[in-house]
């Protein structure tokens, strides 16, 4: 038996052009004689549609395509992740489905069984779950099929959801020769590990060989990794596809021989990750161009770096618009960042417009709060820069925060929130530094400025201020981010166990809370976290716990 | 049997101070000698408390405080709404329960059934549905109990969704002389009626009287009108409590007299919900003052008025910002509409910011382009200056954007769409002169300037600009707004039915998906429609089915 387990990128809600890259594979798996074609979940219509799926239309459209692959499966069989109506009684009038086609003829469909709704999944909105587990005959083995999170229930990764069944359980009665998974599942840091052992203990219990194909691509916030896996029941061994690239794998299930063990490394997977998520939105809107404002800090630093590898240094405009407050060291810096990484770098200063508005509003500021006003006066006029240069020149405006920030409002809402996608905003302030050193090291060469590594982290919106000025250290920040917000951990028990003082747990808790309302208005976040600011968390805006 | 139905307005989050309300319909009832105290789904925590609820703490002190209450119950029944865990094995750990004390006791709890996870909903991602329909011995009367979408199955009202059971069904061969139901029913237009016929229908099938408690007040975009309800079994008659406020509705159940028929009208709700959504956000938020920009346009002479309804004139303040293109005539109806509606007015032109950064960007700003770049410039500068002086005075900024205009894009990113909250952004063009209008003729005075409802919509960003240079007339906008948004029509279905261009029908709807991005950074905005752009529907930023 020999599959091709074909690892592509769709655009979501793109049918004629996913359906393309459905027929250009199995075109290569005729050539190669695989026996089978394997594709990831919906790849018909990308994952995730969302409330697209509510329009008839699209379901219709889905089924004409159908139509059109089943008349072009001559001589191969192939898997395809669509949705499909739900004609019988169910709460919910479609499925999350895999079409079985064969030689000219659709022999069914595999429905989902397991719906994730929790974190970014919201699968119970639109799905019934899946009824039957069919057994397929293909070339005379006894196949089975799933559907991504059908494999998941088995391992027991989860402590938050504990389906009713577990389809690897159903499976292990019918004593199967191979289970096939489409799968789209996002990247968040450590997860390729995860998804492999994942598969490792179905394939245990199963005593078959898996095949699991992933979606690759980014999709607005959410980064699919690709990485599609065989694991066969020698347990530690498996062939695994390429991370964060289209890829076409071709298992010949009689000869195994590329024995490829998973050892990426994260920090490198997490780059490749936020460059995917650059460039999917970049070239899935057809846009060519970004701007962003470099500051000679170190976020706008790392978003020009993945910018540049995402789209190419010529593609890339940095504006540095120092005020009256900006130190000589940041103008250089910035300059000499944007020469090292060859991109394009023009100086606007702010002085002019921002003693303009100062004149204007100069009745109603005053005492303390007249400084607040003016550092955010700073940043909205940077913003107002930006977005009249994104206006004239149809490039996106790329926003630098990263996560640390976001988290705890430490960030100008209209100034330097402004923006089409957020690159690091589900990195924190810790793992910037992180890549940064990273990105230093693979290249033996200073990248990333040791002068930007070395200063302390600063917003430049007082002359001499620091972020320490009026945050706590960036890795007690990270901390105490990371076990709430990740982990759901109480004051308490953060305060416990990391001998962090009490008072600044919770100033820092109250602080997230409260931010909670810019972030609602910032551009989408990629997300590389378990739990991410920018999609899979909602929490109200008007409350009182925190 | 008496009953108090509790119609309270709870906040999210705060424990505290909803146990204190709950307390006093308590004592409220035994003064009245009531049976049973009933209130409203969730009304310890407050609907809906979102991902709150993954927070271990959050659900252990609602139990704490539930044992408060059970303590306080002496001499009373009461039957209170909140969240409990789930013990047993499910694939949620939470139920969404009522409790059930009486006389210092708890005699249990009834777990919903039906969770809806559909529009703003999402109790699926929380919920293990209920699994047994208890009935519960009160005064010698078989009573049960349903929480809120448990009532709604049983009248067929919903089409996208069909749960495999139905409480009512369930309950009527139990033959119960009595049924309660606790809601966290949100506002939209025509919701009242539609929530008394689905009574009505269970009041029928049941052949037995029906108390429902409604939340009332607004939490985030969602606003709860209350309205709660008795329904006797001779269908049309029903008792109601007091529309968008707290009320206490006291129900004998052997002695019916208040009969009131329901006959809101749709023009005064509406205004009523707009008016407690401001009202709430800041009550809630602890904030007292709010800034908006005003034009002498029609959007902004109702989102002042209100604001002035909600939080009283002396706290609005509203501030002009003539610019080069500014008429005599919007400057002094601006000052005219807020003498009429006794805010106080500044006026702040903003020629002076705007020649400043023209100044700067004028290497940049080249050919037609310069032109859009020009009018966003005003917009974002006006945007600047009210976020300073809200910065400034810790007033909280209102956007004045309607649903038209976000539905199609026609609003400035970071300008005119700043604010904290979109009061009249689920209401379209056409529903604002309605209100305008009806403002006018219930007060029998120009409350809203004639010269305001009569010159047509203008952005004033261009000399003699208007709507219609660049979109159809809004009542073709809105028409297509509806049936594509809220009902799912294609792009043909409402060509052929309302005899519009195909070719206005795919522009508009083009451009409806093309704001997405711009939306997804929108203020909240209250909530008011079947479908609305801030809660409850959610599409893709990058996609190219549209």
């Keep these: 038996m020999k599959v091709l387990i074909a690892q592509r990128n769709p655009i979501v809600g793109d049918l004629d052009g996913n359906r393309a890259k459905i027929l250009e594979s199995l075109n290569h798996g005729r050539k190669r004689k695989a026996d089978i074609v394997l594709f990831s979940e919906m790849v018909l219509c990308g994952y995730p549609p969302r409330d697209l799926l509510f329009h008839r239309s699209f379901i219709d ?24 109506s739900n004609v019988e009684r169910g709460e919910r009038k479609l499925f999350n489905s895999a079409a079985v086609i064969h030689d000219g003829h659709l022999l069914g469909f595999q429905d989902k069984w397991l719906l994730p709704t929790y974190d970014l999944f919201n699968e119970r909105r639109y799905f019934e779950p899946g009824k039957e587990m069919k057994i397929w005959d293909i070339r005379g083995k006894r196949v089975g099929i799933t559907i991504c999170e059908d494999i998941w229930q088995h391992s027991h990764h989860f402590t938050h959801v504990n389906y009713g069944r577990d389809p690897i359980s159903a499976l292990a009665e019918c004593q199967i020769d191979l289970l096939l998974n489409l799968s789209a599942s996002p990247y968040q840091m450590q997860q390729p590990y995860v998804r492999k052992n994942v598969c490792i203990k179905a394939a245990s219990t199963l005593q078959c060989p898996i095949l699991m194909c992933c979606q690759v691509g980014a999709n607005d916030q959410i980064i699919f990794d690709g990485h599609s896996l065989y694991v066969d029941t020698k347990r530690e061994v498996c062939h695994i596809g390429k991370g964060f690239v289209e890829d076409e794998i071709f298992v010949n299930l009689d000869d195994i021989k590329d024995v490829i063990l998973c050892k990426n490394d994260v920090h490198t997977d997490l780059l490749s990750a936020l460059i995917l998520g650059v460039k999917d939105y970049f070239t899935k809107c057809s846009f060519k161009k970004a701007l962003l404002g470099i500051s000679g800090g170190i976020d706008s630093s790392l978003v020009a770096y993945i910018a540049a590898q995402a789209l190419g240094p010529n593609n890339i405009i940095g504006i540095s618009m120092p005020s009256y407050c900006t130190p000589m060291q940041s103008r250089n810096d910035a300059k000499e960042q944007a020469k090292r990484l060859q991109i394009q770098c023009i100086e606007i200063p702010i002085i002019h417009p921002f003693d303009s508005f100062l004149h204007l509003l100069d009745p109603y500021l005053q005492g303390e709060k007249r400084e607040v006003a003016k550092e955010n006066l700073q940043a909205r006029i940077r913003g107002t820069i930006l977005m009249a240069l994104s206006n004239m020149f149809g490039y996106i405006l790329l926003s630098t925060g990263n996560k640390s920030e976001l988290a705890v409002g430490y960030s100008t809402l209209y100034g330097d929130m402004c ?43 007082r002359p001499n201020q620091v972020d320490i000025d009026s945050l706590p250290p960036y890795d007690i920040v990270d901390r105490v981010l990371k076990e709430h917000v990740e982990n759901y951990l109480s004051i308490d028990e953060i ?52």
Tied chains: 1, 2.
């Excluded at 302030?429 to 002068?451: D, P």
Aim: net charge positive.
């Design 61 to 84: 459209s889905m089924m004409i395509h159908l139509e059109h692959l089943v008349k072009a499966s001559t001589g191969i069989t192939a898997i395809v992740g669509m949705v499909r």
């Design 419 to 461: 923006g089409g996608v957020g690159v690091i905003g589900d990195v924190t302030k810790t793992q910037v530094y992180e890549l940064c050193h990273h990105i230093n090291k693979v290249a033996n060469a200073e990248v990333i400025l040791h002068t930007i590594l070395q200063k302390p982290p600063s917003a430049e919106l």
């Design 495 to 546: 305060s416990e166990r990391y001998k962090i003082p009490y008072e600044q747990v919770i100033e820092l808790i109250r602080r997230i809370y409260g931010a909670e309302y810019k972030r609602r208005q910032g551009p989408i976040t990629l997300r590389t976290s378990r739990k991410s600011f920018g999609i899979g968390r909602y929490y109200p805006i008007v409350q009182r716990w925190f």
